[in-house]
């Protein structure tokens, strides 16, 4: 989209005869780049956000699937500083889950663990969308700066090429000029 745009806009001002690049086009194109680095800064804080909670889902999931093969084993409850508490599971117990919205209830572990997997398997569907969205938004950055760099090096010959010319029809001509200056009555002075 946006390469169709500025090769649209550069071909009408070379028919026209105008500047192929100018200097608001390239600020245009640096804008354009800065908000789509910003885009992936933000997708890049998200990804690393689900990438910790799906890594903490997994772990749960583990933990979920080990009381479910063993309903008398004793469980440890991480209490925090390296203190666990043992607690005695009874054959029958389930967990306490996050239902949403800062709703819990306790629900059997056959119950517990399709919705852990569903979770994690959301979490991964969506860093898989993000991931995309960030590799999209780094492709775009790269197309642009190439458009910037590419109209940077036009702008440059552009301007060599007009300060040869210059410098070319300046070297022709041995001594300016001088208009002659006449007085208030029309004679000439002691300059002419």
Partial sequence: MVHRRLHGGRASRAARGEPVADADELQQLAKLVEVNRGRMSRLSEQITMLETA???????????????????????VPLGAGVQL?????????????????????RP??????????????????????????DSSEESVKEI??????????????????????VGQGSGTTEPTKPRRRSFGGELTLDD
């Fill in 54 to 76: 799906a890594a903490e889902h997994g772990q749960v999931l583990m933990a979920l699937k080990g009381l479910e093969a063993g309903p008398d084993a004793k469980t440890m």
């Fill in 109 to 134: 572990l056959e119950e517990a663990i399709p919705m852990v997997e569903k979770r994690l398997e959301d979490i991964e569907t969506l860093l898989s969308t993000l991931n995309e969205q960030f």
């Fill in 145 to 166: 700066v190439d458009r910037f760099n590419s109209l940077l090096s036009e702008l440059q010959v552009e301007v060599a090429s007009e300060e040869a010319t210059e």
């Fill in 86 to 106: 043992v607690v005695e599971r009874s054959p029958g117990s389930g967990v306490v889950i996050d239902l949403g919205s800062g709703i819990q209830a306790e």
